[in-house]
T-cell receptor, first 116, second 112 residues
């Protein structure tokens, strides 16, 4: 089991360029998430997908779009990158988005993105 | 809204020293509380959790007790090892919008 995989590991973009971050999980999880990690800010939720075919905004969705391509894959797209989007991006997955009980989220290794 | 406050790092300890990383929270309702660990170059891993008041979570020698009266979930370990060097995140979950709320993280460095 690879768990949660992310590509690429590192990326440098110029302001205004676009790119897609890829995430895949092999745990048959229903729910997937995208977070960004910034110094002094912890992790903040960008978007999540409770199940295949659904996506919802998190805490900081502006400037991003997502696609839940199938049950395994959840991509994050930056249409016009800005320096404020320089960050480390983590994808995570969980069995479900349980309301009454927590389903552990499993994290990928991250993508370090720099926007010049 | 919900929030988690952790002590500022970095925390530098000698091997076999006692570790405490403070965490306090503000939340509506009755959150579940977690400690996640991030080793260099890796994603976050769940270290331990507690789902109700007075619960003690434990794993790999680490412990944390859910204290509702002080809204705290401090992480402790009796004797740290060099391999414990990592960033530790306190987090809470209330079931709202599937959202984990994270603290800012505390970097621990353990030296020989």
């Amino acid at each position: 089991n690879a768990g949660v995989t992310q590509t690429p590991k590192f990326q440098v973009l110029k302001t205004g360029q676009s790119m897609t971050l890829q995430c895949a999980q092999d745990m048959n999880h229903n729910s997937m998430y995208w977070y960004r990690q910034d110094p002094g800010m912890g992790l903040r939720l960008i978007y999540y997908s409770a199940s295949e075919g659904t996506t919802d905004k998190g805490e900081v969705p502006n400037g991003y779009n997502v696609s839940r391509l199938n049950k395994r894959e959840f991509s994050l797209r930056l249409e016009s990158a800005a320096p404020s989007q320089t960050s480390v991006y983590f994808c995570a997955s969980s069995a479900s988005t349980g309301v009454s009980s927590y389903n552990e989220q499993f994290f990928g290794p991250g993508t370090r993105l720099t926007v010049l | 809204g919900n929030s988690v406050t952790q002590m500022e790092g970095p925390v530098t300890l000698s091997e076999e020293a006692f570790l405490t990383i403070n965490c306090t929270y503000t939340a509506t309702g009755y959150p579940s509380l977690f400690w996640y660990v991030q080793y260099p170059g890796e994603g976050l891993q769940l270290l331990l959790k507690a789902t109700k008041a007075d619960d003690k979570g434990s794993n790999k020698g680490f412990e944390a007790t859910y204290r509702k009266e002080t809204t705290s979930f401090h992480l402790e370990k009796g004797s740290v090892q060099v391999s414990d060097s990592a960033v530790y995140f306190c987090a809470l979950y209330t079931g709202t919008a599937s959202k984990l709320t994270f603290g800012t993280g505390t970097r621990l460095q353990v030296t020989l």
